[in-house]
């Protein structure tokens, strides 16, 4: 061949070679998928680890379903019925399956899918807190459970259509409660207290689903057509690859699986680990070459003013020879060198200029520091509502001189940077801290887990009801901190956990609490409820009375916590309009129907607490097979004449059946379904101070060989108050509110 056309022939192959070896890159760089592997199912997307079929796939289940009896097909994980609906990096959308009653005119059940069950057990998915457990209606109520210890509940009740409102969950015909982390079980279970025979004529149905939160809006019209307009609202499931953390895979040699210029994270859920791109790549981290340099360049939009230089996962500014500068468009930029300067007149100006910045550098900065301070101070002050919560405690006598403002710098000291491992408690409204003070007094740090203008008025309210309180069976308010983007409360720490934990959760399965340490606590407690509504400055209604809001000391003293929820009772009111709140199991059936709150609501959730002490049973429990609701169950059987049956094991003896029976019959006063027939809490106060006191005789009685007899009956109850005649229309209405406590699976 001559040497003219071999030229012509090698540039052509070199070409064709580098054409080859872009188009290489490209496709690494563009890739989802392992060679050979489908991409899509139908419209949506699958990207490596999931795949379409076992090969294609990390694991079991990450192997997409893909249902191609659809038009167009449709991807759902595993064999199951969860269909995607979208994946992005550590997150699986599924679409929703609602539950969902309607009713006709009449009050008949016309459709019936009240029941939501979702079982991710067994699998690497759990579901994000991203979501919210929803309740839509105007006449309905559900209960949630899973697993990771989870229960929970939602009232949603409105009688005009004219207070509905179009919002994200405005809390009339629309309720909303989060979900833990890591919980793969979700069942949950619908109802409603009149059959919608009162609002029929603009709501006939009721559903509940889980699904995203930031997805949903609600409107009035999604009442009459309520499955369709929900099943679009996703299900986040979050991801993660076995279940180990980066540590323990790293050091198991070859189970890691994120691949080159990627970075392995522990899963939000504690789960496993998930797998992300390094700074400065993009592409899929858990394919060979698959986290690709990002050319930050060749973006028009770069941050660079004057020359930019591409390097492996960054980038480099720089200005040209005739500037000077950082050539950042965020920095000093480059400006133009002006060459007609003298060098003695730029010498002198730069010496002069250094001059004033060594003489004024150092005060300038402080001032600067102290300035940017302040207004971070100010901005949070004002944020977390500082003025008015000033304002508030001020107009208590006392309130502001009791009460210190911690600075941030000491809580984070005190707990060192609110370490997990200082965690006291997790509860409905935030994490509570265990702090340690320069002067190594112990404190009980309580900080929200989100902070939002709704929640500006809840903050506000427990400090100026704590302010005011002085009683050595309510928890002392500290101080607080308004410093942070977090506002924090400072209580006295309180040692030895709450009486539900007691009552419920030892490892042995019995409580080891006696019979008169019982008595005293609910003595106790009693008190500091009697205290509250009656001896206060402004009475208080606590409004969240339960076992597990009420502490104890390490002599077993009972302190009454948490008083988010309560509410200032003006001593000319005898009743408050207000949304209903509390725990289900403990909410009084009364203000539950009515709305209306009263000091007779805590005293009916005292009862409760009384039940809960006699028998070792949880107030609502999914796991008995009868009457799931204590009250309910407690208040049958005491009409029966079967009290000793409901008694925890080794709790009664010859010793103490009378004081037993005694404050039987007072709790059931406490539970009597009209709060007008309930003791007053400074009547039930002075009662279980006369049974301690005649506890304590009884004992010396004995001792010296006597014996010491009282009228069981000293404490009757109405017999009006529980009437067993089924033609009473008032206890008809009241039998169904109890009954809609009791939901059945």
């Keep these: 061949m001559p040497k003219q056309e071999i030229v012509p022939c090698i540039v052509v192959l070199l070409f064709f070679v580098l054409c080859l070896m872009l188009a290489s890159v490209v496709s690494v760089y563009g890739t989802e998928q392992m060679d050979g592997c489908k991409s899509k199912c139908g419209n949506i997307n699958i990207p490596y680890p999931f795949g379409i079929g076992r090969h294609c796939s990390m694991e079991e289940w990450t192997n997409i379903n893909c249902n191609t009896t659809f038009s167009p097909p449709k991807p759902f994980i595993g064999p199951g019925n969860l269909e995607i609906v979208h994946i992005s ?12 009653s309607c009713y006709s005119q009449s009050g008949a059940l016309v459709e019936d899918f009240s029941e939501l069950y979702y079982d991710l057990r067994g ?143 522990d899963s939000i859920d504690g789960t496993g680990y998930i797998c992300n791109c390094s700074a400065g790549y993009k592409g899929n981290p858990y394919l060979s070459q698959g986290c690709q340099d990002v050319n930050e360049c060749e973006d028009p939009n770069n941050p660079c003013e004057g020359i930019c230089i591409n390097s492996k996962g960054s980038y480099k500014c720089s200005c040209p020879d005739d500037s000077y500068g950082d050539g950042r468009k965020d920095g000093s930029g480059c400006t133009k060198k002006n060459k007609k300067i003298p060098v003695l007149q730029l010498t002198l100006g730069l010496g002069g200029g250094i001059v004033v910045l060594l003489l004024g550098g150092s005060g300038l900065f402080h001032t600067l520091k102290k300035r940017q301070l302040s207004k971070l101070n100010r901005k949070y002050f004002q944020q977390n509502g500082g003025l008015l919560l000033k304002q508030t405690i001020s107009s208590h006598e006392g309130g502001v001189e009791s009460t210190k403002i911690f600075t941030a710098k000491e809580l984070k000291l005190a707990t060192n940077s609110f370490d997990q491992s200082r965690i006291l408690g997790q509860g409905g409204y935030g994490t509570v801290y265990k702090g340690i003070l320069p002067d190594l007094s112990i404190v009980a740090i309580k900080k929200s887990k989100i902070f939002n203008e709704s929640q500006l008025g809840q903050f506000i309210n427990e400090v100026a009801i704590l302010t005011q309180l002085n009683h050595r069976n309510v928890v002392k308010l500290m101080g607080c901190c308004l410093e942070t983007e977090i506002p924090l409360l400072v209580y006295e720490f309180v ?70 929820a309560s509410k200032l009772n003006p001593s000319d009111q005898t009743q408050i309009d207000t949304l209903v709140q509390g725990t289900m199991g403990y909410l009084d059936p009364e203000y539950f129907h009515t709305s209306q709150l009263t000091e007779k609501s805590d005293v009916y959730s005292f009862g409760v607490v009384l039940a809960e002490i006699f028998t070792g049973k949880k107030p609502l429990c999914f796991e008995r097979s009868q009457e799931r609701n204590l009250a309910t169950h407690f208040i049958l059987w005491m009409k029966e004449n079967n009290l000793f049956q409901l008694l925890e094991a080794g709790l009664a003896n010859e010793k103490n059946t009378i004081q037993i029976h005694a404050v039987a019959k007072l709790a059931m006063r406490c539970l009597s379904l009209k709060g007008e027939n309930r003791p007053s809490m400074k009547e039930v106060a002075a009662e279980l101070d006369q049974l301690r006191g005649f506890l304590r005789q009884t004992g010396t009685k004995q001792s010296s060989g006597k014996t010491m007899s009282v009228d069981c009956d000293l404490y009757a109850i109405p017999s009006s108050s529980y009437s067993t005649d089924d033609t009473s229309g008032e206890y008809s209405m009241e039998k169904q509110i109890l009954r809609s406590m009791n939901f059945h699976r």
């Design 495 to 564: 040692s030895n956990g709450t009486l539900f934990h007691h009552l419920h959760e030892n490892s042995g399965g019995q409580s080891s609490i006696s019979w008169e340490d019982r008595l005293r606590i609910a003595a106790e407690t009693a008190g500091a409820i009697a205290y509250l509504h009656s001896a206060a400055s402004t009475p208080i209604i606590h409004r969240d009375v339960k076992s597990a809001n009420i502490l104890l000391d390490s002599n077993f003293t009972a302190k009454v916590a948490d008083f988010g």
């Design 123 to 265: 699998t690497p998915y759990t579901f994000s807190t991203k979501n919210k457990f929803t309740i839509l209606g105007c006449d309905t109520s559900a209960l949630s459970k899973g697993n990771v210890n989870y229960s929970s509940g939602c009232i949603s009740i409105c009688d005009k259509r004219e207070n509905l409102m179009n919002s994200s969950c405005p809390g009339i015909g629309c309720c909303q409660t989060s979900i833990p982390k890591r919980l793969k079980e979700f069942y949950a279970t619908l109802s409603s207290l009149y059959n919608y025979t009162n609002v029929w004529s603009f709501d006939p149905c009721g559903a509940v689903f889980l699904g995203e939160q930031d997805m949903y809006k609600f409107k009035a019209s999604d009442f009459f057509n309520i499955r369709s307009s929900l099943v679009d609202i996703p299900v986040v499931l979050n991801f993660a690859v076995s279940n180990q953390t980066c540590k323990d895979a790293k050091e198991d040699s070859g189970t890691i699986v994120c691949k080159e210029n990627s970075d392995c994270y």
């Design 89 to 100: 990096g550590f997150e699986v959308r599924i679409r929703n399956i609602p539950a969902s």
